[in-house]
């Protein structure tokens, strides 16, 4: 009516200064230092997601999922994957629009997001490839072979328990502590056969042995349950790259204290064999509860470190 377009009456309400909410983007920008916005929700959801990723591929290619829901973990791996893609492929184009400058200033973040999401698929592949064998696959082979109970160490021989993984020795077998040797390679290989003290005839051979690792020294034998009264089981050793290192200290054994043996077993000597063998998924568990922990501890560090970088050499005053 009086010439006063809507807005400056809009205007004239906050004191002749311009409407806060028709100029909401060019105040973001000022009180940013020049154009430069630092967005805490952001950068967390950098530390966020990529420990995310970790947690769930290690836990998933850990557990024994792999094998009894194979369909179900193939999809959510293959939904990982795919996000991990995306990210990457997001963070390019933004690389892109800024080398053919239709972007003043480096995505930093972007780039930020996309290195911590890869690294972080591709070390919970390698961790859980490694947890797996040595603990997961270690518990369901044992379960694959055969059990044995009441096993003569004196009198049984071992070519018909070649296929065996839980043993149960008979009555008055034990660990003769007096026979042990370790083979020292990096780690200490320590051996020591298997007996039945309360047996009247004298073993052929030895081809029963307990074993463990760097728990042997100058004739001592201390390797699992070897001062429980009660044990008289057996964990078989399944790692073959061990295996070797093992033989090597039987064979030790032989030529020092004048034994002999054939077809040698190695066994973790244990009180309970069945109980025993679930230490392997408590193992994997654990050692996946401490990786996850120690990944995202570590993405946080470089998440505050790059935000440090960014607020003191990026963000212009």
Not at 97 to 104: E, I, S
Not at 122 to 151: C, G, H, M, P, R
Not at 179 to 199: E, M
């Amino acid at each position: 009516m009086y010439g006063y377009h809507k807005a400056s009456l809009k205007a004239a309400q906050y004191g002749s200064l311009p409407d806060p909410e028709s100029n909401h983007d060019e105040k973001i920008h000022t009180q940013h230092h020049g154009g430069r916005k630092f967005n805490p929700r952001a950068v967390f959801l950098c530390w966020l997601i990529p420990s995310t990723i970790f947690t769930l591929v290690a836990g998933l290619l850990s557990s024994t999922l792999q094998d009894t829901q194979t369909l179900l973990t193939t999809l959510v791996l293959a939904i990982v994957v795919a996000n991990v893609l995306l990210i990457a492929g997001l963070g390019a184009h933004m690389i892109g629009r800024y080398l053919r400058g239709r972007l003043q200033e480096f995505p930093f973040w972007y780039s930020f997001f996309v290195v911590a999401s890869l690294a972080s698929l591709i070390v919970a592949v390698w961790f859980a490839q490694v947890n797996y064998v040595d603990n997961t696959s270690a518990y369901e082979n044992l379960f694959k072979l055969a059990a044995a109970s009441n096993l003569d160490p004196a009198t049984d021989s071992s070519v018909r328990f070649m296929d065996v993984g839980r043993v149960t020795f008979s009555n008055g077998s034990t660990v003769d502590t007096s026979k042990t040797i370790g083979f020292k390679n990096s780690d200490v290989y320590c051996v020591a056969p298997i007996v039945n003290s309360k047996s009247t005839v004298q073993p052929k051979t030895f081809d029963y042995w307990a074993i463990g690792l760097n728990c042997c020294s100058l004739g001592t034998f201390s390797c699992g349950a070897y001062d429980n009264p009660a044990a008289r089981s057996g964990i078989r050793l399944l790692r073959e790259d061990q295996r070797a290192f093992y033989k090597l200290a039987a064979e030790e054994a032989e030529v020092t204290y004048g034994v002999k043996m054939e077809h040698p077993i190695f066994f973790y000597w244990v009180e309970d064999a069945t109980e025993a063998s679930q230490g392997f998924v408590v193992a994997a568990t654990k050692y996946w509860l401490i990786a996850s922990a120690a990944w995202a501890c570590f993405l946080m560090a470089s998440t505050v470190t790059a935000a440090m970088f960014y607020m003191k050499f990026l963000v212009k005053v």
